[in-house]
């Protein structure tokens, strides 16, 4: 089965090696006149205000960590939707259970606000 | 039928047959690519009354060669204040991902050489949509790390919004296409194919309409496409995470867009379509029906505005996901009963 692999290996490096190629191609044939304007952050053409390291919402963290939760369901919905006609009723029920206890915090979730932005 | 081609009953056929359906298909890919470029030019000009490109060869047909020599022969600039390893490995992040996922997607029925059965399929894995799920995912930290490695603020907005949009389409893309393996009852995408074959009705389009609305839009979401193009929302953010990118390392977030588009196109068609199926030879049906995906995406890019960001994490948490369930529970239901 491992052999099914090797294709998916040689087309990795593959694409690899075209980008490495295209942009080492720039990196030869492409002019080099740098000027510390040219290398300085765009900001539309004004003079810098501060630094881009600097904090953003707290927002993003949360859909982040809110991602996680959700997708690990959907990693444990994969192999039960293989299965699921030779489960039956059963595993229908048992995947049941493992869903509302998941709704339960999602209700929660949202019932707390993480999912309004404004 | 014959037996099947391995690595094990004729080694030497069988490399070489692997590297002929590789290089065949990343070419066909990067050429689709290209005249992606061109099409959607093109198609969005005559939907704004212009003519779009006319000037390089007939019909303008040499725009994408011109541009991409023009952009290998561009000043390649690295900002001074950018985090220089990870701007340089951000473009190649984003590209990589985008050109492998096709390795998993059937373009073909079996083919038969020197007594053995060929599949038309770069690699047949039994975790074929898991590995797409993967790679997809993949291609977000290149986002995040191109947004952040750039120092500029509209690249880290641009950055932050793309994967919190891609997380978020994630989550309902991957739960939507849940029903197809309940009805299926295999990951890889040939069985998915095999499954849906016979006759057009057996098209899961059919039997999972839900879903595949699902997984159309979401799709959409997840390739950064109108209208869901926020991390590159250009009237607020410049260009977003790739405002700082110049020369080759800018065209590979081109590409990278445009293999994406490619790759849902030719995705959607195999799980909801029933991939190579149809009247012509299978190759041919296959592209028929990307093409037809990808004009699509243009034509909504020509007709849509841009959604608004609260607008979209509403529609990715609050009624795609739980939509994603209810056909998960309806299709367990139909099945039981």
Do not use: H
């Not at chain 2, 979401?221 to 991390?231: G, S, V």
């Not at chain 2, 041919?284 to 029906?289: C, Q, V």
């Amino acid at each position: 089965m491992l052999e099914s692999y090797l294709p998916i290996l040689v087309l990795i490096a593959l694409a690899l090696m075209f980008a490495l190629g295209s942009v080492a191609f720039s990196f030869v044939f492409g002019p080099r006149k740098p000027s510390a304007a040219k290398l300085a952050p765009y900001e539309c053409g004004m003079p810098l205000i501060g630094t881009a390291r600097e904090q953003f919402s707290i927002k993003f963290y949360m859909v982040a960590m809110l991602f996680i939760l959700f997708d690990i369901e959907c990693a444990f919905l994969y192999p039960w939707a293989v299965v699921f006609k030779r489960l039956g009723v059963f595993g229908f029920i048992e995947m049941g259970v493992f869903i509302f206890v998941l709704l339960v915090g999602y209700a929660y979730v949202w019932k707390k606000g993480a999912l309004e932005w404004e | 039928m014959p037996e099947m081609l391995s690595l094990s009953n004729d080694p030497i056929l069988f490399i070489a047959v692997m590297l002929t359906k590789i290089l065949s298909v990343f070419i066909v890919v990067v050429l689709i690519v290209a005249y992606a470029t061109y099409a959607e030019r093109k198609i969005i000009g005559r939907m704004q009354t212009r003519l779009g490109p006319t000037m390089t060869g007939p019909l303008g047909l040499l725009q994408p060669i011109a541009d991409g020599l023009k952009l290998f022969f561009k000043e390649d600039i690295i900002p001074s204040q950018a985090s220089k390893v990870a701007f340089v490995l951000a473009p190649m992040m984003i590209l990589v991902p985008a050109f492998i996922t096709v390795g998993v997607i059937p373009f073909g029925g079996d083919i038969v050489i020197r007594g053995y059965t060929v599949p038309l399929q770069i690699a047949d894995l039994n975790v074929g949509i898991l590995y797409i799920i993967a790679m997809a995912g993949l291609g977000v930290y290149g986002i995040v790390l191109a947004g952040w490695s750039s120092n500029n603020k509209y690249s880290l907005i641009g950055g932050v919004r793309a994967a919190a949009q891609v997380i978020s389409y994630e989550l309902a893309a991957g739960l939507s296409i849940v029903a197809v393996f309940m009805l299926a009852e295999t990951l890889s995408l040939r069985g998915i194919v095999e499954a849906q074959s016979g006759s057009i009705l057996n098209w899961y389009v059919f039997s999972q309409p839900l879903a595949f609305c699902l997984f159309f839009i979401t799709s959409i979401a997840e390739i950064n496409r109108t209208p869901f193009d926020l991390p590159e929302a250009e009237t607020e953010l410049v260009s977003g995470f790739c405002t700082e990118y110049s020369s080759m390392k800018y065209a590979l977030f081109f590409m990278a867009e445009y293999a994406n588009m490619v790759v849902i196109a030719a995705l959607i068609s195999t799980l909801f379509l029933g991939g190579p199926a149809g009247p012509f030879p299978g190759v041919i049906n296959i592209l028929i029906k990307v093409f037809g995906f990808m004009f699509i995406f243009i034509w909504m890019r020509a007709t849509f505005p841009r959604v608004r960001y609260d607008q979209l994490m509403f529609m990715g948490w609050k009624v795609f996901l739980p939509l994603a369930l209810l056909n998960i529970v309806i299709t367990g239901v139909v099945i039981i009963l």
